[in-house]
Each structure stands twice: as C-alpha cells, then as structure tokens.
C-alpha cells in the first residue's frame, strides 16, 4: 500500500537543468500505515564505533507499532548513541540497523523522513525563527505529497497537544529551557511519522510536563506509532513504558516489560547505586527508589554498598 | 481529506493484496481512528501570523524594487555630464521603441556607453554580494559569515590579480571571472573544511580561519604585485580597492551567466535553509540531504562572489550588512531573505556607487572603501548588540 509521487526541489518550482541532479529530491513513497507489532526500527547485532571505543557492542534490539520502548541505563552506557544509530546519524561497525524493514544505508533522507523522525537532547537554532515557524518546519518532510494539506491542522494539533499554542509568534530565542524542549518536540510531533525517536525529551522539564511528554507518546503508541525514548527517570519509563531495554556498557542487560525488568539486583549492578524497587501501592507499578540511608547512619550504607 | 491523528494513510492509495481498505474514506482500519481530530482546523493566530508577514515581505520587496528603479534612474543622471531625468526616459522609451527622443551624441554615448553599464554592474554586483552573504550566514548558521569577512572575497581576488599580473587571457572576456571562480570556490573549500568540526563552526575558529586566509591571500596578492609591471600595479591597486569606474557592456556580459545562474538557483534552497538552522542532523531528520545541500551552496556562493570579485575587486560588508537588516525587518525565514538581499544588495550597491562618484566631485572614491568606511562601524554595533543581549558569541 504505497504510492510514489514525483517532487520538486523545495517549493514546488521544478527547474529541470544541467544541474538539475543537485537540486532534485527525486522519488519518494509515501508510507503506509503499520500494522501493530511490526517492526519500525530493528538493530541487529550492530556495533557502533566513536573514534576508538566500541560504545555499542552487539546490540538486538527492535521497536514495535504500537508500543513505547524505553532505553534506560546509566551516563555513558550507550543510549543515545543507539539512538542515533537507530536515527540513521551513525554508521554501524558492523551488523545491521533497518528502518521499516531495509537497511538505513538503502533509504534517501526524504524517504527516512517520512518513516521517523527524531527529537534530539539539545535543541539548537542558529536563528530567531518564531515558534509557529519552527514547529512548521516539521512538516517539510510532507512537502509535495497529498499530505501537505495537512500541514497547518497538524501544526496546530501538535502545538496544542504541548501546550505552546500560546508562545506561536514568539522567537524561539526568547524562550526558556523547558519551553525549547516542549517547541522541538512539538515538531517532532507535527511530522507525523510512524516511528518516534525521543532523546531524552523529559529532562528539562517540570513534573507535570514529563508526565505530559510521556502521556504523549503512549497516545501515539495507541495511534499505531512506535515510540523509542531515552529516560532517567525509571520511574517514568516503569509507568510509561510497554518494554524497558536496560543498557550497559553497550549491551543491552535486559529487555522486556518494565515490571519484570526492573528488579533491585540488576538495577543496583548496572547502576552502582543500591537501589530498591517497591510496587506501587495503588497502581503495582514498579517505583524504583534508591537505598537512602536514614539520617545519621551514612557509615553502614557506604560499607554496605562497597560489598 | 480526513487524517486521522498521527496517521498518514494515503486516501485514495488502492491496497492491492491488502485487506479490502475502503477507498477514498480515509478510515484506517485499527487504532489509528481512535484519535480523530478536525481536518482542515487551521489555528487562527497562526494562520493571519503568516498572511501579515506575507504581506510584510511583499510590501518590503515592492519599496526596494521603487528604491531601485529611482535609484537606477538618479544615478544614470548625475554626473560630470547631467542629463536630467525626464530625458534619460526618453532615450530609454527611444531604444525600446516606445516612442520618445534620443540625446544628443555626447549625451547618448554618455548615458548608454559609460552611466548605464555601470549602474547595471552595481546592480549585478550587489545582488551576488547580499545573495552570498545570505546564503553564508545560512550554510554556516552565523550570522558573521560573509564573503569578505571569512576570505572569500581575498581568495577570489588572488585569482583575478594572478589573471591581471601574468597577462592571463585563455577564457578572452571571462578570463578574469574564471580565475577568481577557481580561486573562490578553492577558498570556499577550505575555509568550510578548516573551521568545521564534528559538524560545527565556532565563531572564533571561523573568524580566525578568516584572518589566516584573508592574510595568505594578500601574501599572494603582494607577490603579483612585486612582480608586475608598473602598468599592471596600478590596474591591480586601482581594482583592489574596489571600483566600478571601468564598467563596460562587455564587463557586463562576462558576469552575467555566473551571477544570473547565482541568483537564479539562490532561492531554490531556501526552504531546505530553513530547516539547516536547526542544525545538521535534525535538518537530515526533516529530509535534507545535508552533504547535497552545503556542496551545492557552496558552488554558489562561490559563483556569486566571483562574479562580483572578477569586475569590481573586493567590496566588503554588503553581504553582512544586508542580510542583517532584512532579518530584522521580515525574520529570519529564508524564502524572503535569499532574494531579498540579492535585491537589497543591489540597492546599496548602486547607492553606493552613486555616492562614490558624486561625494568628492570631481575624484571618484573607490567603492570598497566607501562600503568598508560604512560597514565597519554596523559590524561594532552589531558585535556591540549581540554581545548586549545574548553575552557575545561564544
């Protein structure tokens, strides 16, 4: 169920010329709906090399339609670089990463980015476009197909799923932290694509917006998308989360249903952290919840964690 | 046409060997209806947003075409022989065969040999000069990039001086344009290729690789000079410091194919340059072929400023001082700004010009001086501001 449309550079003005192999975004198709528990994104056995280490070594991994997979893990164990590697941004060593069952390597970036779209760590902007422009920008990818009528409708939709609908005609510049994060990840969302790359997209954010991100992307999940995203919070990804990959050092320790992935012996050892995990009282949702000593006995805590 | 939320289902798209899909409905079978959303509900605050800056960047367009065209028509005038200007249109309706009266000799020959050559070069030059420099700031994501600033301009003109200083002349006419053209696009490479870092410019690294190059350029352009004829020093004295004195048609021509393809292509990118403001990989994430994007503009940039370089010499400060202006009058969204400075750049320049023959009658200041002696201090209020409200550029 696929259909190909012929494009022109850019606006739409197509200058056929010389040089016109430079200019021509040539042929995409348009793709289809996924059915629920097709594979978007699959990495298998990939490595990933940045410089001389080996961030990534062997991983397997896949995002499904209609499911929320977190990657969690500790600083430097691999996360974001998988990301990037499931993104397409970075070459695999070796093994294997596909997008919507090919190798990233055999699609074109107007193809992948009607497939996925990604949400980066930092949001940059070398100028001071207003919000409204910027959230647009997400619509690009749709430029030339039938969807384009969809632009504006989208847009606004994704402005007011985020609740920035307010700051549309001001400079993204004038914004703060928070406020930059839910504007990018507004137009992540008004791309529309099938499978949602999320790096870490609570961290600048206040409680009530982390659950609203999270909330998000298990409506999208319920939509038929599939959602991959970097968290910290354990908490987030045990209420949120269809599946949990636990990374560490490059590999993935563990993957499967948060409620079965997240226990205290693995947590603690990929963490360094003595950590306890206690079902929620009213939910049964894991709460992940370090070991604090209580105040005074700080001595017996460290010895205990040296062991 | 009804899309359901996060569902992009090609309507009229036929399944063939699929479930029996109902065409044309636009009911996606599973949950994908499950999050319906008004089609076709556009934001109104967004929406009248957009129509007024439509209407914003027509109204600035058509003030700066009026600029122009009065400019164009003062500036044909006025000089050491004034022809007033009733009369300039009058020849002008005479050679197009509207009716009206030609000049007389003198007065033709000067109006159309010597006055209307170099008011279309100062057009020319200046579009390419703003166009470049939009185009820069854009592919570098600085707004300090710019031709002259980084060293283009200097490389370019290493190869019009080496043309000049070796007598040169294997293209006839274009001899000189495709030597800075090669010169140019030479600098442009490296210039990209030195102050980029794991997809990164650094103000201060691209800032210095300017200086590196702006001093190895006039190191090669101070060997020309010493080894050059006197007759040839002073044509390349006179031509570095920018100057439109010698505009003639043939000049004209031999600018004409690099800045009318510059200008031509400029603004195809435009929309793709938007998206490169967000940075390199969330512009691939959006579709851009990033690597295809910079190779292309670079070429560009590099015909542009050839073409300005090869019949003016180096004129600096146009491609930054335009570009900033039109952004802070219309934003920064690149579908205005591309031909806007091409636009606004030619006004400048051939206001420029206007001012460099007519300020210091009956000498003539070179044009680059005049445009660096005005330049330079906006380049200190523009440092000045930035540093006022963003803490300088880091």
């Known amino acids: ?307 | 046409m009804t899309l359901p939320e996060a569902a992009p289902t090609p309507t009229k798209a036929t399944a063939p060997g699929t479930e029996a899909a109902a065409p044309g409905t636009g009911t996606a079978p599973g949950p994908a209806a499950a999050a319906p959303t008004p089609a076709k509900a556009t934001a109104p605050g967004t929406g009248t947003a957009g129509g007024w800056r439509g209407r914003k960047a027509l109204l600035l367009t058509l003030a700066l075409v009026a600029t122009l065209l009065l400019l164009a028509l003062v500036s044909a005038g006025t000089g050491a022989y004034r022809i007033p200007t009733a009369d300039v249109l009058a020849s002008a309706q005479h050679r197009l065969g509207l009716g009206g009266a030609p000049l007389d000799r003198v007065g033709e020959s000067v109006l159309w040999n010597v006055r209307l050559p170099r008011v279309v070069l100062a057009l020319l030059v200046g579009a390419c000069l703003g166009c470049a420099g939009a185009l820069m700031q854009g592919v570098f994501g600085n707004p300090l990039a710019e031709p002259g600033v980084i060293g283009i301009s200097a490389g370019a003109a290493v190869g019009a001086v080496a043309a000049i200083g070796l007598g040169l002349s294997f293209f006839g006419n274009w001899t000189i344009t495709v030597c800075a053209f090669v010169s140019g696009l030479a600098t442009v490479s490296a210039v990209y290729l030195l102050s980029r870092n794991g997809g990164k410019t650094e103000v201060v690294t691209l800032i210095l690789t300017g200086i590196a190059v702006n001093a190895f350029a006039g190191a090669l352009i101070g060997l020309f000079v010493f080894f050059a004829d006197s007759g040839q020093v002073n044509q390349i004295t006179f031509w570095q410091l920018g100057s439109l004195a010698q505009a003639t048609w043939p000049k004209v021509l031999a600018v004409l194919p690099c800045a009318a393809a510059g200008l031509f292509i400029a603004p195809l990118y435009a929309r793709r340059l938007d998206l490169l403001s967000l940075g390199e990989r969330p512009a691939r994430h959006l579709g851009v072929d990033v690597e295809r994007l910079r190779l292309a503009l670079i070429l560009v940039v590099a015909l542009l400023t050839a073409a300005a370089v090869a019949v003016a010499g180096v004129i600096t400060f146009v491609g930054l001082l335009v570009p900033h202006l039109l952004r802070m009058a219309n934003g920064p969204g690149h579908r205005f700004l591309v031909p806007g400075s091409a636009l606004a750049g030619a006004v400048v320049l051939v206001a420029g010009d206007l001012a460099a023959r007519t300020l210091a009658q009956p000498a003539e200041l070179p044009l680059g001086v005049l445009t660096a002696l005005i330049g330079s201090p906006f380049f200190f209020w523009l440092l000045r501001r930035t540093r006022r409200k963003q803490g300088g550029w880091a």
């Not at chain 1, 510049?173 to 839910?182: Q, T, Y």
């Not at chain 1, 499978?195 to 206040?206: F, K, R, Y």
């Not at chain 1, 908490?235 to 599946?243: I, S």
Request: glycine share 10%; aromatic share 4%.
């Open chain 1, 1 to 307: 169920m696929t259909r190909t449309h012929t494009t022109a550079p850019g606006t739409g003005a197509a200058r056929p010329g010389a040089l016109s192999r430079l200019f021509a975004r040539g042929r995409r198709t348009v793709p289809a709906r996924p059915a629920p528990g097709t594979a978007l994104a699959e990495a298998v056995d990939l490595h990933v090399r940045l410089g001389q280490r080996e961030v990534l070594a062997g991983i397997d991994l896949s995002a499904r339609a209609g499911e929320v997979l977190a990657l969690v893990g500790p600083n430097g164990a691999g996360k974001s670089t998988l990301l990037a590697a499931l993104a397409a941004d970075l070459p695999a060593a070796s093994g294997e990463v596909r997008i919507d069952g090919r190798p990233v390597g055999d699609w074109s970036a107007p193809d992948l980015a009607l497939r996925r779209s990604v949400l980066p760590q930092a949001a940059a902007l070398s100028f001071p476009f207003p919000v409204g422009d910027v959230v647009r920008m997400g619509r690009a990818p749709w430029a030339g197909t039938p969807f384009a009528e969809a632009d504006e409708e989208a847009v606004a939709a994704a402005m007011a799923v985020v609740e920035v609908g307010e700051f549309a005609a001001r400079p993204f510049s004038a914004l703060s932290g928070g406020e930059r994060a839910r504007v990018a990840l507004a137009r992540v969302l008004a791309q529309r694509a099938p499978l949602l790359l999320l790096d870490e997209p609570t961290a600048a954010l206040d409680l009530r917006h982390q659950e609203l991100v999270l909330r998000i992307c298990r409506e999208r999940a319920r939509a038929g998308d599939a959602v991959v995203v970097v968290l910290h919070d354990l908490g987030l990804a045990a209420a949120y989360a269809d599946r949990a990959a636990v990374l560490h050092d490059g590999r993935i320790a563990a993957d499967g249903p948060p409620a079965e992935v997240f226990e205290d012996a693995l947590l603690s050892r990929v963490y360094r952290q003595p950590v306890e995990v206690l079902p929620h009282p009213r939910t049964g949702a894991p709460l992940v919840v370090p070991v604090r000593a209580v105040e005074g006995s700080y001595d017996g805590l460290v010895s205990q964690a040296g062991t």
